[in-house]
C-alpha cells in the first residue's frame, strides 16, 4: 500500500529538549516536504526536499531542520523546542512531475511544555 | 506579499445541493493549483489540481475553475453527500519551484441531511 508514516504520532516534550519526528515514503517519490498546521493559518510549509542532499527553506523554517540522506526517508528535527512549536506536523511525498499528486502522512500532535 | 486565501471560512449546505468553495490567490507567478480535502484527525487528501493554461476542469463529482484575471480558484461539487464534510483547502504552487506550496487557510464545509 502507498503511503506516508510517521512517528510518533503524538508527543509531549518539554522546551529545550531536542526531538525527532521521522517520516518515510514507500512510493520511490522525489519530492518530500514538512508544514505544520494551525488553527487559523492553516498548513504552512516548513521545510522541503527536491531529491537526495537536496533541501530548502519553506515558509517558517525558523526553529527546524531537516536532512535527506536517502530517498524514502525525510526526518524533521527540532534541536531545541519551544512552545510556539506546539502544532500539528504533516509530512508529504510526490513524485517529480507537475501534475504528480501529493500524499500526506497521518500527521503528529506536538506539544512543548 | 504572497498569499491564498479563502473567501469563507464555514460553508453550510444541504445534502444533494451543489457546493462551491472559493479561493483567492495574490502571486500572479503561479501556474499550478490544487485542492485538498482533509477530514477530521487525517492529513489532506488529494482532490483535483488544474494548470494555469486551463480555466476549468472536471473530475468525479467536483470541478475546478480557475479565472486568471481576478485571480480566483473554486471547487464545485456536485450532489454534495455527507461523507463531503471536511476542511478543504486551495494551494498554489509558484512558477519554476515545484517543491514550494502555499495553502490557504481553509473552508469548512458542513452538510446537512
Known amino acids: 500500500e502507498a503511503q506516508v508514516t510517521q512517528n510518533p504520532r503524538y508527543l509531549i516534550t518539554v522546551t529545550g529538549k531536542k526531538l525527532t519526528v521521522t517520516c518515510s515514503q514507500n512510493m520511490n517519490h522525489e519530492y518530500m516536504s514538512w508544514y505544520r498546521q494551525d488553527p487559523g493559518l492553516g498548513l504552512r510549509q516548513i521545510y522541503y526536499?527536491?531529491?537526495?542532499?537536496?533541501?530548502d527553506k519553506g515558509d517558517v523554517p525558523e526553529g527546524y531542520k531537516v536532512s535527506r540522506k536517502e530517498k524514502r526517508n525525510f526526518p524533521l528535527i527540532l534541536e531545541s523546542p519551544s512552545p510556539n512549536q506546539t502544532s500539528l506536523y504533516f509530512c508529504?511525498?510526490?513524485?517529480?512531475?507537475?501534475?504528480?499528486?501529493?500524499?500526506f502522512g497521518p500527521g503528529t500532535r506536538l506539544l512543548v511544555l | 506579499g504572497e498569499s491564498v486565501g479563502l473567501h469563507l471560512p464555514t460553508l453550510s449546505v444541504q445534502e444533494g445541493d451543489n457546493s462551491i468553495i472559493n479561493c483567492a490567490y495574490s502571486n500572479s507567478a503561479s501556474d499550478y493549483f490544487i485542492w485538498y480535502k482533509q477530514e477530521s484527525g487525517k492529513g489532506p487528501q488529494f482532490i483535483i489540481d488544474i494548470r494555469s493554461n486551463m480555466d476549468k476542469r472536471q473530475g468525479q463529482r467536483v470541478t475546478v475553475l480557475l479565472n486568471k484575471t481576478v485571480k480566483h480558484l473554486s471547487l464545485q461539487i456536485a450532489a454534495t453527500q455527507p461523507g463531503d464534510s471536511a476542511v478543504y483547502f486551495c494551494a498554489e504552487s509558484i512558477s519554476g519551484n515545484t517543491g514550494k506550496l502555499i495553502f490557504g487557510q481553509g473552508t469548512t464545509l458542513q452538510v446537512k441531511p
Open positions: 526536499s527536491m531529491n537526495v542532499e537536496v533541501t
Open positions: 508529504a511525498s510526490r513524485g517529480r512531475g507537475r501534475g504528480e499528486t501529493q500524499y
